[in-house]
């Protein structure tokens, strides 16, 4: 193994992401469906001399951050850049996802790292304070999608585990961590080795009896990025300062619907599939005990708290709420931004850059010994056709190995996998490589290899 670090393009491990693709390569059929692009260093510097003539200031949603994040735990340097966001000349880099099990998959953690890299670039390059800020999808109702987790057992078997939760219509945010929870983790932990890394692991990701999802999770991401200062919210903490932009919306609920149906439209005409169907309906929700209800027209009577953002409009709130420089996007939803502009416009809330996240596979050392056998390279086992991909130098159980590390069920691994196992199997050193690897300018997908004292 001479290589430590490779490479492969977008579109060999994600293929069917033409939007993502041409976003990439700044294609001229997308000019018009961002209003800040291509996402470059020129156009991050526009976006930072249209918010310094902003000047809001955001002190009691400031309050609300720092108490939320002293809640869960967060570091000193986090509890200084929420408290900052008081100061109007304070700017953010942002990105987000729904709490998933454990911390929830790679890609996840890649968009954190992303934010938190970019954030420290501009504040070096413009003598600005920029803060990371981590958006908590908690307010989504969809179970599915963050109960989830899976790893490879000590056979070689693709294993996948869920809590055993009741189906609701429930808010995330509701969710707490009950015995289900628990026997689920331990499942997952009965996965991984009893190395000398395990311990002080197991033991930051064990969830709480009865801790609420959402707060699992950022509890889990503020020991994480402790000394980055990433600062981690909950909608649910930030909707109550929300009025003005909820008033903008219920004000202009019928031209809205007209304005992402032809965006939607031209994005078709274009030759695109459009992230969000075109089915959708312009909405936002109201929430009662904890269940979320479609509001298809203005209420006579609302409190911004009991309200809920669908995919359309929770970008726009929360560009309303934040200085928002850039917002750190994965593929689809670099994807559903190109169908928002127009409601961004509508709403006078300007869109802000955005940025793609680091993209990567870990290739842990026995892996690499395999690779090294074989006549082909590790690009050929990220693509779609992996699974039929045949080397003689290799016996088909070892072919297996490698297509279920590096594209499990012929998914991305990024999008499977969770970084909790490579940290039992190889300490801090794989956060710090990861961490070091992200490079912010950088697009192309990284192949990160390890060695056995943990990352070279």
């Known amino acids: 193994m001479t290589s430590r670090l490779g490479f492969a393009q977008p579109q060999q491990v994600y293929p069917s992401r033409l939007i993502y693709q041409d976003y990439l390569a700044h294609s001229e059929k997308l000019t018009s469906f961002y209003r800040c692009y291509p996402a470059n260093e020129q156009v991050l510097s526009a976006r930072i001399g249209e918010l310094a003539s902003v000047g809001i200031t955001r002190e009691k949603l400031s309050q609300a951050l720092v108490e939320y994040n002293r809640e869960i735990s967060a570091s000193p340097a986090t509890l200084r850049n929420a408290r900052s966001l008081a100061d109007p000349q304070t700017l953010a880099v942002v990105t987000g996802q729904q709490p998933g099990f454990a911390g929830g998959p790679l890609y996840t953690l890649y968009k954190a790292v992303t934010a938190i890299k970019l954030a420290q670039h501009l504040s070096r390059s413009t003598g600005r304070n920029v803060v990371p800020v981590f958006w908590i999808a908690s307010e989504d109702a969809n179970l599915r999608e963050v109960n989830r987790v899976a790893w490879i057992d000590r056979q070689g078997r693709f294993r996948k585990i869920r809590a055993n939760l009741p189906h609701t219509r429930r808010q995330i945010c509701t969710l707490r961590t009950d015995q289900a929870v628990l026997t689920a983790f331990n499942e997952l932990m009965d996965l991984l080795p009893a190395t000398e890394f395990r311990s002080p692991w197991q033991q930051l990701y064990q969830p709480q009896e009865n801790e609420p999802w959402g707060r699992w999770f950022g509890r889990i991401y503020a020991q994480l990025f402790a000394e980055y200062g990433l600062i981690l919210l909950e909608p649910h903490i930030v909707y109550p300062h929300a009025g003005e932009i909820f008033g903008r919306i219920f004000s202009r609920f019928g031209n809205l619907q007209q304005t992402f149906d032809s965006s939607t439209a031209a994005l078709a005409e274009q030759g695109y599939t ?25 209420p006579a009577d609302y409190t911004p708290a009991d309200l809920s ?13 934040l200085p928002t420089v850039a917002y750190v996007a994965g593929p689809g939803e670099i994807a559903y931004f190109a169908q928002l502009t127009g409601l961004y416009k509508q ?85 710090d490589r990861i961490i070091e690897q992200t490079d912010i300018f950088d697009f192309r997908h990284r ?3 390890f060695s056995e004292q943990g990352c070279t």
């Not at 459009?274 to 203005?298: A, F």
């Not at 390279?377 to 016996?395: R, Y």
Request: net charge neutral; hydrophobic share 40%.
């Open 447 to 449: 192949i990160v290899y």
């Open 309 to 321: 953002c669908s995919v359309m409009f929770r970008s726009v709130v929360q560009d309303f709420l």
């Open 347 to 431: 709403l006078d809330v300007p869109m802000p850059v955005v940025w793609p996240r680091s993209s990567m596979t870990l290739l842990a050392p026995d892996i690499a010994r395999l690779l090294a056998k074989s006549t082909l390279g590790d690009q050929e086992f990220l693509c779609e056709s992996a699974p039929d991909v045949q080397d003689e130098q290799l016996t088909q159980n070892q072919l297996q190995t490698i297509r279920l590390t590096l594209r499990p069920h012929s998914q991305p691994q990024e999008r499977v996998f969770l970084l909790l196992a490579y940290l039992v199997y190889y300490g801090q050193a794989v956060l």
């Open 274 to 298: 459009p992230q969000i169907s075109p089915k959708s309906r312009v909405t936002l929700y109201t929430v009662r005990d904890g269940q979320r209800w479609p509001l298809t027209s203005p």
